[in-house]
Structures are given as structure tokens and as C-alpha cells.
């Protein structure tokens, strides 16, 4: 027997979960209302059309849900023409039910625990999370890791037995929460010299990477309803930590020059701490104008605001004139500087540094010692040597080569067999190229079919807190991979792309 | 010329002000008046008992902090008799007022910062925590450190640089939130086996040490004003992360058999959430009873509550019968258990674990995630094969004998030079004893002037979040230190005690 609606009368779509985005909430509650058997198989979904209709959505907000639904075996049918609760749940679904009753059972009943607000956010939002800050997997394009099978493993093995080995007594014991002073002192004058950033060593506190150093600031800043800009799209990793610590999340459309204030004013004028990626904006890759800059370290200066400046992969520029970081630029301590080592050592280090103006400095390395006392001493201990011996700027110097040759490879496999099918344009810094597809091609389709084919290519979509109006797009990394497996990637994507 | 005064009117204790006990912001209201010039030299100050009639505490919390205050050279003349600001102030306090002028020069102006709540208290606190939360110092007697300098670090450095030189990619790149799996399974098996944990690997969450642990669970469960029964005296670190967290710290006397639930439920009924050391009360050293352990289990699934078991040196056991840990005799997945390698292998490592009810993995998993991802896997690889390989159980036996050793050093040249000025008894457990002052000694007097003398002796008044109105008393950390060091600080000690 068959069930239709016009309407799915549940679906509350909430414009202020800065969570998830739009359509993952039509995703969701589809999916729950499939699992839960409130949606029996052979179940007809109303029409995108009419879904948008209902909801006030763009229609590409539901087709995009919709595919996802389709793309993991929820849905049959045609988009468009007929949408079905697929006729037999795959094993896994019925697994993962298992899985979850096998768990409670441990559990006395299915309990009701009382969280902080933090926590019940974090609850609601789980899988979410765990998709987003999971395990990265070294097959073509995962984007973000390093090509760490040319990193100089024999000299840093060197290096660290000897401090694993024979340790002295300082780097045993319990340490400054600001970090390893050799540590501190090194990073300061490699961000002097390589990044204009403008500071002395008591600035620098040093941190488990970029992750740790946005939930120091959120925490540190954000009460309930801080509104904070991020740009749109914008990284993953700063939208949850903010959204999650509590802030009301304003996302602000960056365009060819980067963050637009302009723009960002128009949406709220209240707001008195933003974070961007000016080197390199991720995930579009554009570098921030020097107009723009001035002009928001102006702002900042006016309404006695911080500027949260991520510089997260500005060591690797293949053309161009490099910009110095905002930070260098700031004459008003207007600028918290953020800097890791996971994209340029190997991301497992966990590594990563804060450049603040001296009067934050005690409370953010009270934040840091509350929080889990200071990072590993023989871990900054190897990385402050690698560094002083001059090993690291080597190593930059060489992968800059080895990327740009590799950015050229996928520019060029990518000419010649996506032609039509993906966008792919060259950029002059990163780790990672924009494929853009065609109008009305959904990426989060794509990113799926992919994945059943050893690929990562995760879609534009995801990094956009509000709708993505403009066109699907392919993030693609192609650092960790070498010609064989970028061209096998390419080829692989072709059949994948020519399907759809 | 002097001026005298028989009230200071400016102090005001405030009673809930969970972080900085009385003596303590007694001692800031006095310090703060002398730096800032309200209190000139020669100006004469209420005596102890006049000032404690005012302030409605006992007479031994002001002479606690007249005496640090004497300590550090900012009182002048005898308790009791006459007590005046200093003549002449000590060239460091000049020295500091400098530095503070210097570093502000760099900022235009002193700057009003719109932190958040977690951020004011942070910026009020920062000394404090700095003070309890920085680096240690390997001189006698520093509590909570390891014999470093018997760590099998041949076997670590082996294991260590294999890891390090040639690593396999997965542990290069981004690694799970939860932890390294053959750590979490290593952990899993050493706490069922060595202190009766009842878990599956997939409860273990690997943490940046206890510090982390306690944080993610307070961000979690604590909301603003949540009540938290904690030992009193008690471990800081708990009390600074909870109360700094917004929670409302209720501290809970401890007696001969550890927390006291009877005790605990007068203080504040309301209380679902409670921390503590069972296996070795910190700092007083004492092990829960049997009987205490199971009414606070029953008072858990009665009230629907969460333990929190600190198992920080449950390793160390020297005589008598040890008691497996509280989470092991819980039938109602009530207890939140907290290990970590700090005290076996050593501080500078940064790793713990978490042992949870399976239904608390996926919040407190993403606490951890957005928090700062995960360790630095490969530490986790070096400790995870570490322990498979047998390293681990077999350095700890070791360890147990030579820290009985020192224990009996210890108590054996306590009992030869400071018969009648420092009581210390053994201990059946742990790394450190008290040595508890004659009535009327203050023990933050003693553990000021013992710095002088290259000594660091904690005062046992600073684990009290309200008033110690027993004896005063130092920790005596025993474990790092040889011989000759403990007698020789023994004979310093009593050099120092002799002159009090």
C-alpha cells in the first residue's frame, strides 16, 4: 500500500541552527522519520518543488537533501518526478539500530541526562561534529594534509630520540602553559621573518593547533548571543566552535577581494570580533585585499574590536606577490593571530600557536593551563629544534615545489578529461583547487557517489552556514598525492561526473 | 609619621568566591592598598585579632595572610605586638610595577576588553592560576612528580624514535577525537586488570591528562550556578576548573574514611554532580571506606547523579589492601572515571583517560573534538606499545619499591630532626606525606620562607577552599627525590622550623 503527501507537516526548519545548515536539517528530519518507521517504505515525498514551496527554501536547498537521501539508499525513484521510501532499508541502516540498542542495553533505560547548555548542543549536534572533525584519510582529494611521505622523517627521527632519549629534567616535569620558551622563541622569529607578523616571544602561546586556539578565544569572548562574522563559505572548524560555545554565528558572503565589510555591516552592525582567512580563504582560496584590510583594521580600531586573522596555510604560495599577515599591518593590538604546523609538519603533531596583544596574554594562558596545563614538552622541544636548525624553512621551501608541480598536474589532467564536466582553475597558493560544476549538478551527490569509489571530494555546499545560491562545487587536495594517483583521481571522477 | 587604624575598611570576603580562599583575599586587599600607595610604609595595621573580629573569621585565616605578607616584605614589626607596611619596600615589588608600566606602553592606552563571563573570571584569577597551574621544579619536596631520572628511558627512546622515524601514514594525519585505538584498547585492559574498571575500549577516551578531563566534563554538565560537592581540602585543579566554569563549589569536609555523603547532603541537598580522589584522598592521603563507597553509589542512582572518581596515584600502593576503584563496584553506569600518565611516566607527556557510561561517549567525544581534536597520535603510539609491551606494569612495580624506599627515608630522618616541630606519619599510599605543623604555626609563614631555601613545600591551608581552621601542614613530595636530597631537605627544614 502507498502513503502520498503533498506536505511533510514536521519538518520546523530553524534559520538560527548556525549548526547545520538548511538542508541538512530537511536531510535529517527525512532520515529520522524514515528510521524511526514514521516513514514506511513506499512512502511517497512530496516534490522538491513543492517541498521548497512549503518550507520557503530554494528548490537546489531540497534537491541537495533529497540526493543525499538518495545517494545513501533512503530514497528511489526519480527527483522530480516521483520520490519513494526505498522499498528495502540497506543492512547497514538496520545495523546502525542494532548497534545503538546493543548500547543502551548496557544502560539500565534509556536515561535523561542533564547537560549544560554547551552540552545539550553538543548532543544535538554530535554526528554532525564527528563527520566534520573526524579521522582524515590519505586517498585523492582529502584536503588539508600534507605530503607526508616527503617530509624528512630521518632528520626529525633524529631529532626526537634524542630528546626522547635522553631528556633533560626541565622538559619532564609539568611546563609553562604558554609553552616551551625555545618553542615560543622560535615560532616568534619565524613569523617575524616569513609572515611580517610583529611581536616578541611573551606574545606567542603556543597551542594544540588551530582547534585549540579558536576554542581558547570563543570561550574567552563569546557569552550567549555574541555575535561574531565568519565568512560564508567559511571553515567548518571555526563555525562549530563558535555556534557551539554559543555564539549567534553572521555569516557574511566574501567575494573576489575576500571578507566584505561593507557587506558584513549591512547584516550586523553590532558585532565586535570576526574571523577570516586572509592569505588564503578557505575554502575559496582568495587572498584579501589590501584595501579590505586597511579598511577592517580601521574598523577594528574604531569600535574596539578583535580581529581573529587565521594565516592557516600562507606558507604555500606558488605566484604572486605575497601579502604580509593583518596582524604585521595592525598598529592598534587589534589582531589575534593564529598559526599551525599541521599543514606544513604533519597534522597528528598537534601544534599550532596564538599571537595576541600583550594585554590578553595572561587571561588566554589562564584559559590554556585550566584547560589542559600546556602541549607536550618533548613534542615542542623537537619541533623548536627542527625549526632553529633551520630544517623547517627547508622543508617549506621544498614542498612549495612539490605542490606547485602538483597543482599543475591536477590543472592539467583536469583540462584534458573533465572538460565540460568540472571547472577547475588554477590558484596561486594552498593546498587545495575549487572544481566547479555544472548549474544544477548537486555537490553533495557527487561528493557521495564519490566516496563509494575511494574518493574524498568533499562539496562547497558544507561550508556555507546559509544556503549556497551559486553553484556546486568540488573541494579537491591534491598535496598528499602524486602524479599516479591525481591522474587515477581524475579519471575516476570523469566516470562518476559523466553519470550525473 | 605614622598612621594607625583599627579597621580596614575596605576588605570585603566574599564567602562565595570559590577560588581564592579567605586568607587569600585578604592578603590581595592589603597587598593591592600597599601598591597602589593607600598604604605607606610605617602605616600600622589592625591587629590579627582586631581585623578578624571585623571580618568574622577566624583569627588563624588573617594571621595566615599577615604572615605571607611578612614573608614577602610587605609587613614589618610581630604578629600580635605591632604589625606596619614595610619602610622600605623591596626592589622586586618596584621591579614589577616597571614591567607592568612597559608592557601596557605597547597597548595605547589601557584598554577596557569585553570578555565573557569564563573570560572576567579568568582575568580576575589569572594570578592564582598561574601560580597553581605552571611549571614544576624538581627540588625537594615538589609533590606529584615522578622519579624521572629512573624511567626506563632507553626502552621510551626505542620505541620512540621507531615511531618517529618511520611512522605509518595513519598515524600522520588527522586521528580520532576518542584516541588512538590500540591506546584506548592498551588503557582498556590495564584498568580492568590493574584497578578493577569495568569498560570496553569504546568508554575509553583518551585526554590531554586529568586537567583536560576535568575541563570537558565541566563544560558538559556544569551551567551556571550548578552545585559541586568537592573534597575539602581538596585537589585545585578541580576547584579552579569547576568554579571558573560558573559552578557553584559546595567543599565537603573529608575525615578518616575520605568523602562523607552525610556530611555532603546538609551542605547542599541539591547536588547531582560530585568529584573525588577515593583510592587516595588528595592531599590528606586517606582511602574511602567500603561502606562510604557504596551509599555514595546508591546516592548516585537514587538521585540520578554523576561521580566523578579521580584515581590520580591508585598505581602507588605500598601496604594494605588496595580497593579496586568506585567505577568497578558501580552497577548503574554512574561513575566518570579519571586515570592518567602523568604520575607513571611523566607530566611533560600530557596523557589521560576518561573511562565513560557508553551513553556519555558521543557528547563528551565532541567536547573533545571541538576542543582540540585529539593527542598528538603519535605519543599515543609510543605509550600504547609502551604498555602492550609489558614496559609499563613492569616500571610501575619497580617504582613501587623504590618510592617505599623513599617514603621510609623520609619518615625515618623526619622522626631523627624534627621530633616536636614536624609531625609526618607513613602512608600506605601515594607520593607524598603530611607533615603537620605544632598548633599556632602558620604553613604558608613555612612554606614561604622554605622557597628561600631552595625548598618547595606546599602549605596544606591552599587545598582548602574555605578556612582551614585545623592545623597548618606541608606536602612533602618524596617520590623524585634520592637520599642524600630528602636529608639534606629534612635538615633544612628543620633549620627553618627552629627559627619559628
Sequence with gaps: MQRQIDQIPFIMLDDKNTVLPLFRQIYE???????????????RLPSTRGLANQLGVSRITVVNAYDQLFAEGYLEGKTGSGTFVAA???????????????K?????????????????????????IQQNHGASVFIPFQNGVSAVDSFPF???????????????????????????????EAVASHLRSARGVSCTTEQVIITNGTQQA???IARVFVSKNTAVWLEEPGYLGARDVFSINGAKVVPVPV?????????????DESVRLVYLTPSHQYPLGTTMSLARRLSLLEWARETESFIIEDDYNSDYRYSGRPLPSLQGLDRNNRVIYLG????????????????????????????RALSDLHSPTID????????????????????????????????????????????????????????????????WKISNEASKFNLKVAPISQYFAGENRARGGLVLGYTAFDERQISNGVKTLKEILSRN
Tied chains: 1, 2.
Design 214 to 216: 579558536l576554542d581558547l
Design 88 to 102: 528495502h532499508l540497506p543492512e547497514e541502516f538496520l545495523q546502525t539500530t542494532r548497534v545503538k540498542a546493543r
Design 380 to 443: 615542542q622541544a623537537i619541533l623548536a629544534e627542527f625549526i632553529r636548525e633551520g630544517h623547517f624553512a627547508r622543508h617549506i621551501r621544498r614542498m612549495r615545489g612539490i605542490y606547485e608541480n602538483r597543482q599543475n598536474i591536477l590543472v592539467d589532467e583536469a583540462e584534458l578529461h573533465l572538460k565540460e564536466l568540472l571547472e577547475v582553475s588554477p590558484a596561486e597558493s594552498g593546498m587545495h583547487l575549487i572544481g566547479w560544476l555544472p548549474d544544477g549538478v548537486s555537490d
Design 154 to 184: 630521518d632528520v626529525w627521527g633524529r631529532i626526537a630520540q634524542k630528546w626522547h632519549k635522553n631528556p633533560t629534567l626541565n622538559i619532564l616535569g609539568y611546563g609553562e602553559p604558554a609553552g616551551f620558551q625555545p618553542l615560543r
Design 29 to 43: 528530519a527525512i532520515r529520522t522519520a524514515i528510521l524511526s518507521g514514521k516513514f514506511t517504505s513506499n512512502f
Design 340 to 367: 599551525n604546523f599541521s599543514k606544513t609538519i604533519f597534522p597528528a603533531l598537534r601544534l599550532g600557536c596564538l599571537v595576541v596583544p600583550t594585554d590578553l596574554v595572561d587571561v588566554l594562558t589562564s584559559a
Design 104 to 128: 543502551s542495553q548496557a544502560i539500565s533505560r534509556q536515561r535523561t541526562i542533564v547537560f549544560s547548555e554547551y552540552g545539550n548542543k553538543l548532543a544535538a549536534n554530535y554526528q554532525h
Design 255 to 267: 567575494d573576489d577581494e575576500g571578507f566584505d565589510l561593507d557587506q558584513a555591516r549591512k547584516l
